[in-house]
């Protein structure tokens, strides 16, 4: 756009193409972007840029901000940060506007709408933004359709919506892309929302796409002949010499990553230097944040059309070569290939699904039920790799691990301490204590039973106030230990309390502890059947009443702000108590004591 053009933007408070921002401060950040999605959207088919104006107050004066060119970096930022999906085209200029220094973000409409913002779909008409109705996704997706797309979202006309595994969309893909209260709503059908996300070709022609076959597809290679990777270790330096290690890796895109980190790492020889200093020095012959980082570009940036070569990893003695078919794309050429700021995507919603499909977690698990169930070495439940710890251990080995991460420049990998309410709050506080005051980067989750189920279903610290357990059978004569005060009173950065009933506000929770650098720590209410003296199949009923009655509050801090995510509906206490054996002999004085505590709290405000 010309700067008179812009000028004439600058100044017209009534256009519905136009944002201004004084400065980043408060919420600004998160309302640009916002804006930026809503205008690569373009609901009101304008067919022409929007723009943010940064340094300008609402009737378009001059706010004074300086324009550095820090502040322009973390504008573009906004471009590939991952939290605009799919990656928007904008660009991001400094200007003099009618003697006014401003940054100028100017965004084009998307050719692939509809263009989310941390799971949220962003629309503007007029003055309003907001979050897209369910009528507004389906005029973005038939917008979509009749416009020049790339070929991750070209139609496989031979496959079928049956090819495409919606357990792992709905269960998997869905809770991962969108924001836990845009799935509450759960008022779009099955076929809505794969067109939505990119994986089929429309409601009423559903098509699976390149990226839905990729992404969800049950027989991948059947449906797309060249979505695998050869892996091939050879002990040489040569084609010719032995080979060590031979894999075809294949199935959907989230399981080709995982099963391709751990070939790599199986590979990867580190050397431990003893003698240099007073503490041990690792030194892996490759870096494998970078090995994870080049696989997952080969992957992202192959060109999957007229071809069904797959991308090759061949590992030599000496070096290894990833070749994968398609050469550089777009503005991206040889001689500028690596220079910062230069990118571009062959497979723009490909580079979605990546990113949506997350990151790699390791957890360490201490003595406990979860420990019992999900069985031990080569016969674990996990799908992701573990570490059976002692009962007073577990966020200290995290933390152990956390810093051998980042010894090895690995940043992409969550480290979670999952223990119960012993391996918690009691045997294995000291431990959890000292990971929270140092702000080790780990997330520690309590999964809570109330009591020692483990080991015969004693009393603990977190078992409540009158609960009858197998050694304090005339019920518990104290109050819950309450771990989320002594957690946030650590100072960390994020804390939040969930249950089994709402798996989605859990979801989300987690979405944000995975994200942040420093210890976040989760506390959830999950009921036992035995210990609880409970019908088998009223576990998630049970939690579900515990947070309608108020006893067990759904909230989070976050950078020392208390949210409460969900609001109850104050059923009676006694609906939550009345079902569980633990509590059958409590009088009514007693139930109403514990009624009276439930309506001082939240008459005080609670967590709000």
């Known amino acids: 756009m010309t700067d008179q053009e812009l000028e004439v933007l600058l100044k017209d408070i009534e256009s519905d193409v136009v944002e201004r921002k004084e400065s980043l401060g408060g919420d600004a950040r998160d309302t640009i972007r916002q804006a930026v999605c809503a205008f690569a959207n373009d609901l009101p088919n304008h067919r022409k840029p929007g723009v943010v104006f940064l340094g300008a107050r609402d009737n378009g004066s001059c706010s004074g901000l300086p324009i550095t060119d820090e502040l322009l970096r973390t504008l573009a930022d906004m471009k590939t940060d991952g939290n605009i999906l799919p990656i928007p085209s904008l660009s991001v200029e400094r200007k003099n506007l009618t003697g006014c220094n401003v940054a100028v973000v100017t965004v084009q409409p998307s050719d692939a709408p509809p263009v989310q913002y941390k799971g949220r779909i962003w629309v503007r008409t007029g003055p309003r933004r907001g979050i897209a109705s369910a009528q507004d996704e389906r005029i973005l997706n038939e917008k979509r359709r009749y416009r020049d797309l790339p070929f991750d979202l070209h139609p496989i006309q031979h496959a079928k919506l049956g090819d495409l595994n919606r357990r792992l969309f709905e269960e998997e893909y869905l809770p991962s892309a969108f924001a836990a209260d845009i799935l509450e709503k759960n008022d779009r059908s099955y076929e809505q929302r794969l067109a939505t996300c990119r994986m089929i070709q429309g409601v009423d022609q559903p098509i699976p796409t390149v990226t839905g076959c990729l992404v969800l597809g049950k027989l991948t290679r059947d449906l797309i002949p060249s979505a695998y990777i050869q892996f091939l270790r050879i002990d040489g330096t040569t084609l010719s010499d032995p080979i060590k290690d031979a894999e075809d890796v294949d199935g959907p895109l ?25 503490v041990e020095i690792r030194k892996p012959d490759y870096p494998l944040a970078a090995l994870h980082q080049l696989a997952r570009n080969a992957i992202m940036h192959r060109t ?3 071809t069904n070569a797959p991308v090759r990893i061949t590992w030599f003695n000496d070096r290894i070569e990833i070749q994968n078919p398609g050469g550089p794309f777009g503005q991206v050429t040889k001689e500028n290939f690596g220079r910062p700021g230069v990118v571009d995507y062959r497979n723009p919603h490909l580079a979605e699904a990546m990113k949506v499909l997350g990151s790699r977690t390791i957890v360490t698990i201490p003595a406990s039920c979860m420990a019992t169930l999900s069985g031990n070495n080569q016969r674990t439940a996990w799908n992701v790799p573990f570490y059976h710890t002692l009962f007073e251990i577990a966020p200290a080995v995290s933390a152990g691990i956390r810093a051998s991460l980042n010894a090895q420049g690995i940043k992409d990998v969550n480290v979670v301490s999952w223990a119960g309410d012993a391996g918690t709050a009691d045997i294995g506080f000291q431990s959890l204590s000292g990971a929270a005051e140092r702000n080790d980067s780990i997330i520690h989750v309590c999964y809570d039973n109330e009591m020692y189920m483990n080991t015969g279903g004693q009393a603990g610290s977190q078992t409540p106030l009158y609960a009858t357990t197998s050694n304090q059978q005339k019920g518990k004569g104290t109050n819950k230990k309450d771990m989320m005060a002594i957690m ?11 249950a089994i009933s709402h798996p989605l506000d859990l979801m989300e929770k987690f979405k944000k502890a995975s994200a942040r650098s420093g ?20 576990s998630v009923s049970i939690a579900r009443n515990a947070v309608e009655c108020g006893l067990w509050e759904l909230y989070e801090v976050e950078d020392g702000k208390r949210t409460r995510t969900v609001e109850p509906s104050f059923i009676p206490v006694e609906e939550y108590l009345k079902p569980q054996g633990r509590f059958k002999h409590l009088t009514k004085e007693q139930i109403q004591e514990v009624q009276d505590a439930v309506d001082r709290y939240y008459g005080n405000g609670g967590a709000k």
Not at 254 to 278: C, F, M, N, Y
Not at 488 to 498: R, V
Not at 519 to 538: E, M, N, Q, V
Request: proline share 3%; aromatic share 10%.
């Open 519 to 538: 210890f976040s720590y989760i506390h959830i209410l999950a009921p036992c059947y035995r210990g609880w003296d409970i019908k088998t199949d009223s």
């Open 304 to 306: 999957y059309e007229s």
């Open 254 to 278: 989230g399981q080709i990553i995982s099963r391709l980190d751990q070939k790599l790492e199986a590979h990867v020889q580190t050397a431990v230097d003893l003698t240099s200093g007073p």
């Open 488 to 498: 946030i009173a650590h100072g960390i950065g994020y804390a939040a309390s969930a």
